[in-house]
């Protein structure tokens, strides 16, 4: 047996023995916080809540222009320019639907060249209505293959015309290509591409900034967002609470209505509630989502009111002559706030969703104001020409509804009181 | 009667996200057929995760770390999975704490029952159905034919645990490893099971451990006892030892924690004073020695090896090293098992 | 058993004649709406109108007289087609809407399920994480931006589906894909979440102590309650269905009632919203109950509770 040194077998006291270090004892909320830090998607979604807050809030105050403001000129320019030097130092672009824009050699817009009304004599090929509509690359390219030489338009710069035409492929069997032509000298390379520096995320089809209509668009979805989310809470933590609480008769007749209202699509009765109230801005449409979306947090609700009702705290505060009302507001909705947390951060992406939903077939806020879905709408009718004005708006709504689902996962984990422990 | 099983030096840890939970730290006793062993022990302290890891059936993110389980011959932490599961259920049979859920919910008693007869016997169908009707016959079931087409929400809980019992030994299993078998169960049906359990055994010489925090049952059907803490064996001996000569302070605390009705007299109830440790950062000691109240230097530093009180008998205390100081009821100079 | 149907049957039937009831009256106090005379619709139609709706009779007779023709799917005439009535626009429109719905769910069903499960699987594998990301995406992603990103990229960039209509066999790929994106998302994240719950479950372990081989254990005993909450998520599956198809009918320009139905609500065609609505509420009722069949059948747990009374 091996030999202990002896002064080891010596009792030690209780104050001794506390070098154990003891985990320190955490509220239920520090103790959620901490689980949520250490969830990184959940950490992502809450930093980017915060920047889409801030996009929303401040970023309006740094643009030049407001969500209305329309400059014929600059119609339907993309965020990306493609600049083309058609004599010394003059440079231009060209927009989806064939406007040319005199530009300087950083790509910063000056002005729109006047387009200058082609006689017959003039066009070589292919008839005119044939050329201002808008066809897909595909559809395109093939037109151009049939008819390589055409000339497309002519524009006056400074009493000249610059001519644009499709030529560019003829020797080389590319693909097509623009070809300007001014004063016999011929252009087919281009300069540069450049980002718009006067329009992020580029104009729309009524020269309005798309960049600051989406973070316009930004209040107009996030305040819908919450505020019908408040409706929502409010409304429907008081019916699922006095159900709950009350119990019996009263439960069983306000469960039934929500089982009613819960037996009907949810967007037809915002349809209905829309068409009904009429559009009158703003408020319409966030009566409309709050006063039907809380029939999923009145079942929630309830059914944590129901369970919590018979845990002890609960009867003993009922024995102590706790009047009803504060048994709810003090004890029962605090104990109950983990789901509803959950539930609330679930129910802003879908108000967002059902908000650019309504927008989108045509129930939503007014023009000039535009929502995210107002925007997508208004940007399906030139998605070949022009994906980018349907791009912008899409991605902040799928931003957002990643960033508050990463947050709602992060905080179904830290809030379950089943997975507690440690 | 021959060894069934021997359990040496076992180790189980949960490798999760927050760091790697020590369950079992270094487990070792052994069986003769016909024994029943008890495990007792605090919840957390490693029952069930030895009761698993003898049947090799660790869950992710679970690892058996170290350590063999010997049953008939064959070291189970060395085989296949596909040898294992020709083992389970039909050699080692288990049944769990919970007979609310531990029935899937879905099938009939029919079903499941037959599912596993058919699993390890050469039976037909009808054979298969023939005997699971036996079985239930066998744990109490009244009018089995009929009831054997229930689902098992139409059974009360004991009903189900009998289910469950029936299921169980439905192979002729050497060895059945009940977990807790009567915990969630009222204190009547508690004694009909056990009384059920020691029946059966009598009849079909099947080997039992039974895995309980309540020394009561321990007491009456028990040959052997184990006592657990932290994932540590304290205190290993017969009924008797560990009842009338317990060597431990940790087998201490926990008769003076229950009603004492075996012993005669009834004493007052003292609780353990402090709560279980942390199996992720476990002590570096004696498990217990933080709630000891004869708790030592070396205690803190270095856990106690077993030392040996009697052929049955064996303790994880320092006390009784020759060099401790002298404390009432514990026997010093125990031979160091090792 | 019979019993608990005919009652959730009556229940089915009378919710739809309350929302029928509260859709009347709502209807009816909409100024310009299809019970006031002060309204700028053409003559004819006007004249029809009031044939169907009586205007003068008092609003009591006026609502079982709507009742009535909801009965016999006398719907009213269209408030700005002209000649056509609202039961012709829901004949004409609900073959194709049906079809395109039918068909998005089935894609749900036979992709959504297996890919939870296999993301349950496999959880923290590399295609776990691979169908989470496509899961997550799909649920973030309104449809219509889906729909518009199909056209773009396969029907614009690319060439290999029409951008419009039926005709063309392929023109089915972009509808269905836009219209089960959504929902086909979530049955995947559902199956995955239940049967990695399920996998924790007392008697999965039961069945794994007992000796049954892993493919039947995951198989048998854990598939068929891991679809218990998927089933319950088939009721908000058709009303997503139903409403998506609003928007997707509209962009892939498809003569479906979803078309009709957005058409209707910009031109103010009271009467087409109020039919629409109607068998709309009446379809989801109904595929309701149905659900609740399929639920009872699946889980004995309901149909011995629910049946015993
Ligand atoms: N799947 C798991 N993942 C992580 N830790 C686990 C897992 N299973 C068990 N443990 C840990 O292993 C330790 C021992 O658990 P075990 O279930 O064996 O306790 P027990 O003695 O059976 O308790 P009880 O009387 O409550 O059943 C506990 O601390 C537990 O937290
Ligand atoms: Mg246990």
Known sequence: MSSIDKSKFKFVTEKEKEFEEFRPSLTYWQDAWRRLKKNKMSMVGLVGIILIILFAIIGPLFTTMSYSDQINDFKNLSPILTIYEVAPETYVTLTADYSLILVDKKGNLIERLEIFELTDSVITSEERTDLTKVLSPAEQKKRNDEAKKTLIKAYTYNDELIYLDYSGAVDKELDYKYVFTYKGVVTNEKFRTVWNKKYPFGSDNLGRDVLTRVMYGARISLTVAFVASLVNFIIGVTYGAIAGYEGGRVDNVMMRIVDIINSVPLVLIIILLMVLIGNQGLWTIILAIGLVYWVGMARLVRGQILALKEQEFVLAATALGVARKNIITRHLIPNAMGPIIISMTMMIPSAVFTEAFMSFIGLGVSAPMASWGTLANNALSGILSSPYQLFFPASAIAITMLAFNFLGDGLRDALDPRLRKG | ?338 | MGKYFLKRFAAAILTILLIATITFFMMHSIPGGPFTRERPVPDSIMVRLNEKYHLDDPVFIQYLDYMKGLVTLDLGPSFSIIGKDVIDLIKGGFPTSAKIGLMATVLIIILGIPFGIISALKQNKPIDYFVMFMATLGVTVPSFVIATLIIYVFAGLLGWLPTYGLQNPLGYIGPVVALSGYSLSFVTRLTRSSMLEVLRQDYIRTARANGIKEIVVMGKHAVRNALIPVITYVGPMVAAILTGSFVIERIFALPGMGGYFVESITNRDYTTIMGITVFYAAFYIIMILLVDVAYALVDPRIRFEKGAK
């Open chain 2, 1 to 338: 009667m021959g060894k069934i099983l021997e359990v040496n030096n076992l180790k189980t840890s949960f490798f999760t996200h927050l760091g790697e939970v020590q369950a079992v730290r270094g487990s070792s006793f052994s069986m003769n057929e016909g024994d029943i062993l008890g495990i007792v022990g605090e919840s957390g302290s490693g029952k069930s995760v030895t009761a698993m890891s003898i049947i090799n059936l660790i869950e992710d993110p679970g690892k058996i770390k170290e350590g063999s389980v010997i049953f008939n011959g064959k070291d189970l932490t060395k085989l296949t999975e596909s040898e294992l599961t020709e083992i389970r259920g039909s050699e080692i049979a288990m049944i769990f704490q919970d007979p609310m859920t531990s029935l899937n919910p879905v099938f009939t008693i029919k079903n499941l029952m037959t599912e596993v007869i058919l699993r390890h016997t050469d039976m037909s169908k009808k054979e298969a159905i023939a005997h699971a009707i036996k079985m239930l016959d066998l744990v109490g079931i009244p009018h089995p034919e009929t009831r054997i087409n229930a689902y098992p929400h139409q059974f009360s809980g004991g009903m189900r645990q009998r289910v469950m019992i029936a299921t169980a030994l439905s192979c002729d299993p050497k060895l059945l490893i009940a977990d807790e078998p009567t915990t969630a169960l009222d204190v009547t049906i508690q004694a009909q099971i056990l009384e059920l359990l020691l029946k059966l055994k009598d009849e079909t010489n099947t080997s039992i451990i039974i895995i309980t925090h309540d020394l009561g049952v321990i007491a009456e059907v028990c040959t052997d006892i184990i006592v657990m803490y932290g994932g540590m064996m304290m205190e290993k001996g017969t009924v008797d030892e560990i009842f009338y000569e317990p060597n431990h302070p940790y087998t201490n605390g926990l008769h003076n924690s229950v009603p004492h009705i075996v012993s005669g007299k009834r004493d007052r109830l003292i609780p353990i004073k402090g709560s279980p440790p942390d199996l992720m950062k476990p002590p570096t000691g004696c498990p217990f020695s933080p709630r000891c109240p004869h708790a030592m230097q070396i205690c803190l530093e270095e856990a106690a090896p077993m030392f040996k009180l009697s052929d049955t008998h064996t303790s994880a205390c320092w006390l009784l090293h020759e060099d401790a100081p002298q404390v009432k009821g514990y026997t010093k100079g125990g031979k160091q098992d090792d």
